[in-house]
Structure formats: C-alpha cells, structure tokens
C-alpha cells in the first residue's frame, strides 16, 4: 500500500507547483499553488511570500500587500517582503509607503538589488541626487548589475547630463541584457541622437521666436526616428473610435468671451486662482508691476501659450506643424522655469506617479506616434466636443515632454473649443487634473477609452466658465 503524503510532502508540492507555474510566466495558476499551500501551512512566512510575489506578477496588488503584510506578521525583518510590498504600494501609487518599504529593506540588508529599488522609487519622485548615490552604490557593490547600470545611465538623461548619459549607454549596450533593459537602452540612444539633431533649433525658438529652422529639421526627421509606439496609438485609436459615436443634443453656439480669456484661462490651468475674486487680485497685482514667480510664472506663461495656439487651427491637420507648434507652446509655458526643457521632447521614460501601470510613449517614439495620430485620426475626426475630448486624452497618452503635458492638452482641447464655435472650458481646483478631469481620464482608460465621462466633465468645465465670465462681467459693470 502506498504510504500518504504528509502534511510537509503535500505543501512542499504546492510550493514546487507554484514556482514551475511562475517560472513559465503562468502567475494565476501560480497564485492558487501557493494560496493552496497558504492553507496547508499557514505559519510558512515562505507561502506567504511567494503568493505575494504571483500576485504581484498578475498585478492583483492590493490582494498582494495583503498577502506580504501576513508574511511580515510572521517575519517582520525579512527584506524580501519589505522589497514585494514596496512593489506592490508602488503600483498602487502609495508612493510615501512604498519609499519606506524600500528604505526598511535597505535598512535590513544593504545589497544591489534593495538600493535600486529605493532609487527608482526616489527618481519617480524627483529626488534624483539621492537615488544617484544609490545607484552609484549598488554598482559598486556588484559592477556587472546591468539594471542599475541602465538605470544610472538614464537617469543621467533626466539630470541633462548628455554627455555623461551617451558614454554610459555605450558602456551598458555591450552587456548581457534582458530583453526589457535591451530596449530602453536602444530608445534612450535614439532619443540623445535626437536631442544633438535639434537642439541648435530648439535655442533658435526658445531665444528668438524662430519657428522655420525646426520646422525644417523636423520634415527631414530620419525614418528611424519616426517609428510607432502601438500601445499608445492603439489606445488613441480607441478613444478615436468612441469620438465617433458620441452623439450631442444640439447646443447654442457660445463664444463671447473677454477679451482677457487668455489669461484667465491661463491663471486656473494648474489652477493659481478658484475664484473671480482670487483671479482679479491675482490681475491687479500683475498690473501693479508684480513679477510672477513659482507657480504664478507658470500659469501666467500660459497666457502666451493660449494665444500662440489659437493661431494654429489649421496647421494642426498637417503632421509636422502640429508636433511644431506643439514644441512651440512648450516653449512659451516653460519660459524662465528651471528643471523644463523648453521644446524638447522627453529622452528618457517617465511615470505617471498616481498610475504607475499606465504605459506611456517610448521617448524614441514619440514624434512618429504623434504625427501617426494627426495623419490618422486627428484629420478624420468632426471638429466639437468630441474632437476635444480626444486630443486632451491624446496629448496626456502620448506624455511627449518631461512635464508639461497636462496644460498643453487642456490648451488644445479649449481651441477646439473654440473653433467649433463653442464655449471653453474652465478648470477649478474641483474639476481639474486633481479633481473630476483626473478621475474622468482615469475611468476613460479603464472603460475601453469611451470618452462619455471626460466630456461630461467637459461640459460642467464649460458651465464654470460661463458663470465665472457672467460673475466678472458683473463686477466690472459695478
């Protein structure tokens, strides 16, 4: 008679199941080995752990910290769980607690792979000098860690160390990489090529105005340089397809603004100002001769901004005038900021911190997928609200600037606006970026890019604007 499995016999065959079903990239059918063993042995720190890890992989996160947080009941100073929960806070987009998950590893045992992690989460947050030194750390401890070498060559990107950031990717392009490092490091040397391409043009605009020597630089962009990035253009083309069927009642045709609109529409882009009160303290200090700095400057730089698009309402059907002028309203939202790159597309990957999974453009993709979308579906799509919606949702996928791209999309989507004859929007603390548009652009992209929810948020934008431009009319007339 076959003599039964004991308890430790059947749990390590649960666990041995769960790591082949891992190792095969098959993390649901890894999940429910290890949940099998969680049961089987309950006070095993090692089930816990790897059901985590599987949870994580199938990127059910919240069911992972759950999972990590009883392993750490059981064993609090283990680093590989405080390294898994800081995954997981990280994808959830707890970023404070993912940091010191990270840093508690780090704390526990100092090795290559905790002082990276803490760096990427530091950079994603702009703390670039002290994610610098733990990069340059963890390389010292173990010179062949080809991940932190590419994350320290990329991050040499982001402090404008081009230089230093070329010599670095040389370095690492000879290693033995993995196929996801391999590919960052190819987008990152194209993007630099780029950047050496342009830049002389990009001074041009940014010092003197001059629109035609990047112009003509960007119609003779390399084929090489113009390739597509499919996730994105892919999602644009569901938002493109949604534009298409929405269906409005018939709306009056409201276009009276002031003639101010520019700057007041520029004061609540980020916003600097939630009321007409605030806004015309705000005006009469800068007619009083204040000079704006921090986030003032960056809302009044928008005024210039609006202005310059207005202009543009049919250059933006040609491909390369729109990536043009797009550059250019850069520019005029960046003017005297430190830490912006006026005009320059971004050369190295970024994040969305409060939607980590959200994957944006590859840098060295960015100008083909623009242009692709112009050509393909900003020309074929009826000028209105739907319109609107769609490059407010493009400009914020495509993510083509280092920062910047949130007041450039809401930029754009008023001109359509306005070009369709129709009122634009004002974005209050309430409904802006951090508020209903946020959520709104969220629950577009998790609702098959059905557009609906961004342009009710639109529409009560558009109401806002309305009753802020009556409210201003009446004081004035006081």
Not at 181 to 199: D, F, G, M, T, V
Not at 405 to 434: D, M, Q, V, Y
């Amino acid at each position: 008679m076959k003599k039964k499995a004991t308890l430790e016999q059947v749990w390590i065959g649960k666990m041995r199941a769960g790591a082949k079903y891992f190792d095969q990239g098959q993390p649901d059918k890894a999940t429910n080995s290890f949940r099998k063993a969680t049961k089987l042995c309950p006070q095993r720190v090692e089930s816990w752990i790897n059901l985590g890890s599987a949870l994580l992989e199938s990127q059910r996160y919240e069911q992972s910290v759950v999972a990590v947080k009883k392993a750490l009941s059981l064993q609090p100073e283990l680093m590989l769980s405080h390294l898994i929960l800081g995954d997981s806070l990280r994808m959830l987009g707890q970023w404070d607690d993912a940091i010191n998950s990270y840093q508690t590893a780090v704390d526990l045992e100092r090795t290559p792979v905790s002082l990276n992690k803490l760096a990427c989460a530091l950079r994603s947050q702009g703390n670039y000098q002290f994610a610098e030194r733990l990069l340059r750390e963890a390389i010292g401890m173990n010179p062949s860690f080809a991940i932190a070498r590419v994350n320290l060559a990329t991050l040499q990107i982001t402090l404008n160390r081009f230089e230093d950031a070329e010599a670095r990717l040389k370095e690492v392009a000879g290693l033995l990489l993995a196929p996801v490092e391999k590919k960052e490091i190819e987008s990152a040397q194209l993007a630099l090529s780029e950047h050496a391409r342009l830049k002389g043009a990009i001074t041009e605009l940014t010092e003197k105005g001059a629109l035609d020597p990047l112009e003509t630089l960007l119609r003779s962009t390399p084929a090489e340089k113009l390739q597509v990035d499919e996730n994105t253009l892919s999602a644009i083309g569901r938002y493109t397809d949604s534009a298409r069927r929405l269906t409005f009642a018939s709306s009056p045709i409201n276009n009276k603004v002031p003639e101010e609109w520019p700057l007041i529409e520029a004061m609540f882009m980020i916003p600097h100002v939630n009321s007409v009160s605030e806004y015309l303290a705000v005006r009469d200090s800068l007619q009083q001769g204040l000079n704006p700095a921090g986030d003032l400057l960056e809302s009044t730089n928008m005024e210039a901004a609006v202005l310059a698009a207005r202009s543009t309402q049919h250059e933006l059907q040609d491909p390369v005038k729109a990536e043009l002028h797009l550059r250019h309203w850069h520019v005029l939202a960046c003017r005297d900021l430190n830490d912006f790159m006026p005009g320059h597309f971004k050369y190295a990957q970024n994040w969305s911190p409060s939607n980590p999974s959200l994957q944006r453009v590859d840098p060295a993709r960015a100008s083909g997928t623009l242009r692709r979308f112009i050509d393909e579906f900003y020309q074929h799509a009826a000028p209105g609200l739907a319109r609107a919606a769609l490059v407010a949702m493009a400009v914020c996928d495509l993510h083509a600037f280092a920062d910047g791209n949130g007041r450039l999309g809401i930029t754009w989507l008023n001109r359509e606006l306005e070009w369709a004859g129709l009122a634009p929007a004002l974005f209050s603390r309430e409904l802006g970026i951090r508020g209903k548009l946020g959520a709104a652009r969220k629950e577009v992209r998790s609702n098959r890019g059905n557009l609906e929810s961004l342009v009710a948020v639109i529409n009560e934008a558009q109401q806002f604007g309305r009753f802020f431009c009556s409210q201003l009319a009446e004081i004035q007339e006081q």
